[in-house]
């Protein structure tokens, strides 16, 4: 529709055809409206009955609502309609009727279920606090990328069909490939890794990965989207640094330039951004913490992963993004570097927030010999990982990164209860569709 004006757009004065659903019909017997609805706002349009065409008013008050319809009329000034102007109507036209029974009610007055919700994802995403998650979400991700580029990173796509998986054969999803069986990649590690030795050296990607969970929770999805970064000549404290700066501007993103949907979530108010330092914690300092707070049964001990209640506890102890550093090495991947100094001690961390990680990254073991002598040891065979570790012995340099899980951010950055929130069609045991 060239000749289309936003509603947000119409201005007293003019003739305009604006074009969306229908929001709403209140009819006060001698005077109707009709609050039409689109991308940028609604508009009221007003049908005075004893003046206008009958089968205008009939059609424009007939018609069911979240129908697709276009309206041309005169634009006028009405201190009292919801945007302080109104429409006069000379005409309507219904594009595209909608059936009477909805599923869910897109004005929000009858509340529906997240699973019913997830159903009907177009018609859920018509309520404007829905359509508020997504669009701060592509402010994130705007965000994310242009602080990746002022880092200098490159942005890389990896592939998502794999012949191994990285973390442990349990949750990786099998698909049959030309009769032969691979997977889909549980994490883009290997291949981020193999570019830190290219002419590239500092990649992120943004991008999906499928977990085989086995369980349904609050914060785990099957096909989550990760933020990762990696970077040459890079250590641990460099990595941390530039997850602070990355996670940081997508908070400023959205502080920026989502005042609107801030507001329509209610959160306008408290929304704040991190001051761009997090807290760096050592693992031995968290358990202390949490055992300092009492909020466990049993104490927890040097080389203990900590519990979900445990992290729980320290996130409201600490009450901001914090790090866990200097893990034991034994409850991190074998592909994280060790301390030179404490071969027990690994480079790995945690970025968290008060609620729940968001980041796990560290230095990589970039050494052909102890790389090959780790997958030995976590049972994986070198061989199926030959087109990764042999690049080791063409120069590989140091490097470390990390993978930051997108919907985790706007999940804790907009306080929603549940990690399907975040996501237009969830993936989770049960659902597989739409
Ligand atoms: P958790 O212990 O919370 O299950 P993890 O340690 O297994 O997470 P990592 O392999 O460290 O996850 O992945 C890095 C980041 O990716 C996590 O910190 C998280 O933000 C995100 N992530 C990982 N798995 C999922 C998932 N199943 N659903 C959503 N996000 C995920
Ligand atoms: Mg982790």
Same mark, same amino acid.
């Given at each position: ?139 994130? @991700?705007?965000? !994310?990328? *242009? ?5 200098? +990173?490159? &942005?890389? $796509? /990896? #592939? ?39 002419? @590239?050296?500092? !990649?992120? *990607? ?5 977990? +085989?969970? &086995?369980? $349904? /929770? #609050? ?216």
């Amino acid at each position: 529709m060239d000749d289309r004006t936003y509603t947000a757009d119409a201005e007293p004065g003019e003739t305009v055809t604006v074009a969306g659903w229908v929001h709403e019909i209140r009819d006060l017997g001698g005077i109707a409206f009709l609050i039409l609805r689109d991308q940028s706002g609604k508009i009221q349009v007003k049908f005075e009955k004893d003046e206008m065409d009958d089968d205008l008013v009939e059609t424009g008050l007939g018609v069911h609502r979240e129908s697709v319809v276009a309206v041309t009329g005169d634009v006028e000034e009405e201190p009292r309609a919801p945007t302080g102007v109104e429409i006069t109507p000379d005409s309507l036209d219904v594009v595209a009727e909608a059936d009477p029974e909805l599923p869910l009610d897109p004005s929000g007055k009858v509340d529906a279920d997240l699973s019913t919700r997830l159903d009907n994802r177009t018609l859920d995403l018509r309520k404007d606090e829905v359509k508020a998650i997504f669009e701060i979400r592509a402010e994130v @991700l705007r965000s !994310v990328r *242009e602080a990746f580029r002022n880092l200098d +990173a490159t &942005e890389i $796509n /990896t #592939p998502k069909i794999v012949a191994t998986g990285t973390e442990g054969g349990t949750e990786l999803f099998p698909i049959t490939y030309f009769g032969r069986e691979a997977f889909m990649n549980q994490s883009p590690q290997l291949f981020k890794q193999l570019m830190v030795g290219s002419g @590239l050296e500092r !990649v992120f *990607e943004i991008g999906p990965i499928f977990r +085989a969970e &086995e369980h $349904n /929770t #609050p914060r785990h999805l099957n096909e989550a989207t990760s933020i990762d970064f990696e970077s040459a000549f890079y250590d641990h404290t460099e990595a941390m640094d530039a997850c602070e700066t990355v996670v940081t501007a997508a908070y400023e993103g959205v502080a920026e330039n989502c005042a609107e949907q801030l507001e329509t979530l209610d959160l306008a108010d408290e929304f704040e951004a991190p001051d761009g330092e997090f807290p760096r914690l050592t693992y031995e300092e968290a358990i202390e913490r949490i055992n300092a707070t009492g909020e466990l049964d049993e104490q927890l001990v040097w080389g203990d992963d900590l519990p979900t209640e445990g992290e729980h506890a320290l996130g409201q102890d600490v009450g901001e993004h914090y790090f866990i550093t200097d893990w034991p090495s034994e409850i991190k991947p074998f592909y994280i570097k060790d301390h030179d100094d404490d071969e027990q001690l690994s480079t790995g961390f945690d970025m968290m927030h008060p609620t729940m990680e968001l980041v796990s990254g560290g230095q990589r073991e970039h050494r052909y010999d102890h790389l090959v002598e780790g997958f030995e040891q976590q049972g994986l065979d070198p061989e199926q990982f030959d087109y990764y570790t042999k690049m080791f012995k063409y120069g590989m340099p140091p490097h470390a990164g990390w993978g930051l899980g997108g919907e985790r951010l706007v999940m804790t950055m907009l306080g929603l209860g549940n990690i399907r929130e975040a996501v237009l069609f969830p993936r989770d045991r049960q659902r597989l569709s739409p």
